[in-house]
T-cell receptor
Framework: DQQVKQNSPSLSVQEGRISILNCDYTNSMFDYFLWYKKYPAEGPTFLISISSIKDKNEDGRFTVFLNKSAKHLSLHIVPSQPGDSAVYFCAASPGAGSYQLTFGKGTKLSVIP | DGGITQSPKYLFRKEGQNVTLSCEQNLNHDAMYWYRQDPGQGLRLIYYSQIVNDFQKGDIAEGYSVSREKKESFPLTVTSAQKNPTAFYLC????????????FGPGTRLTVT
C-alpha cells in the first residue's frame, strides 16, 4: 500500500512558466514533508520541507503548500528553468521521534527552453 | 570538503556472489541509511542505523546485511539470497536527532548477471 503518491509520472513545462508538482499521502500520522530533486545516476538533493503546523514554505523560486485536510502537498517552481529538469520526489515522516522517510515514486519534470 | 562517498560508482557481479557496497561520510552525522531505487520507483529503505553498533531493518531488508562499527562507515552487503539485486543503491546520512533532512551520496549502480 503506497502511503505517498505522486500520480503524475512526468510533467512538461515551458521555460519561464510555473511548474506544479503534486503529492498525496494516506497516512494521517505524517507530520513533516520534504521535496528532493534527483538527476540521473546521482543521489537526490534536498530542496525544501514543510512541517504540518504550516501551510506554506517558500525558498526562492520554490514554494511548498500543504493542505492537511486533503492530505495533499504541492511544489511550485516559478519561474521554471531548464536546469530544473529532473525527477522530483516527495517524502514524508511521521515525526514524534521517528525520522524515517517514506518516498513517492517521483515526477519527472522537463522544462522546455 | 565534507560529504558522503559511495564506491564504486558501477559494480558488476555474477549471480550467487555476495557483494559489499561502501558508504563513508565525514559530516559527523549520527544516522545513516541505505535505500534502493528501481526504475519508475521511489526510494525504498533497506536498513538504517541511528548510532554505532546498532541498526534496524527497513522495508526491504531480506537478502541484505549491514554493519556499523564506525560512525563514518555503513557498508551494505548484498547477499546471494537477494532475488533481484540489480538496482541503484543510495546511502544517506542525517545530522542530528531534531533534523529530518537526509543527505545522499552519489549512489552505486549494481548489475548482477
Amino acid at each position: 500500500d503506497q502511503q505517498v503518491k505522486q500520480n503524475s509520472p512526468s510533467l512538461s513545462v515551458q521555460e519561464g512558466r510555473i511548474s506544479i508538482l503534486n503529492c498525496d499521502y494516506t497516512n494521517s500520522m505524517f507530520d513533516y514533508f520534504l521535496w528532493y530533486k534527483k538527476y540521473p545516476a546521482e543521489g537526490p538533493t534536498f530542496l525544501i520541507s514543510i512541517s504540518s503546523i504550516k501551510d506554506k514554505n517558500e525558498d526562492g523560486r520554490f514554494t511548498v503548500f500543504l493542505n492537511k485536510s486533503a492530505k495533499h502537498l504541492s511544489l511550485h517552481i516559478v519561474p521554471s528553468q531548464p536546469g530544473d529538469s529532473a525527477v522530483y520526489f516527495c517524502a514524508a515522516s511521521p515525526g514524534a521521534g521517528s525520522y524515517q522517510l517514506t518516498f513517492g515514486k517521483g515526477t519527472k519534470l522537463s522544462v522546455i527552453p | 570538503d565534507g560529504g558522503i562517498t559511495q564506491s564504486p560508482k558501477y559494480l558488476f557481479r555474477k549471480e550467487g556472489q555476495n557483494v559489499t557496497l561502501s558508504c563513508e561520510q565525514n559530516l559527523n552525522h549520527d544516522a545513516m541509511y541505505w535505500y534502493r531505487q528501481d526504475p519508475g520507483q521511489g526510494l525504498r529503505l533497506i536498513y538504517y542505523s541511528q548510532i554505532v553498533n546498532d541498526f534496524q531493518k527497513g522495508d526491504i531488508a531480506e537478502g541484505y546485511s549491514v554493519s556499523r562499527e564506525k560512525k563514518e562507515s555503513f557498508p551494505l552487503t548484498v547477499t546471494s539470497a537477494q532475488k533481484n539485486p540489480t538496482a541503484f543503491y543510495l546511502c544517506a546520512s542525517r545530522p542530528k536527532r531534531s533534523s529530518y533532512e537526509q543527505y545522499f551520496g552519489p549512489g552505486t549502480r549494481l548489475t548482477v548477471t
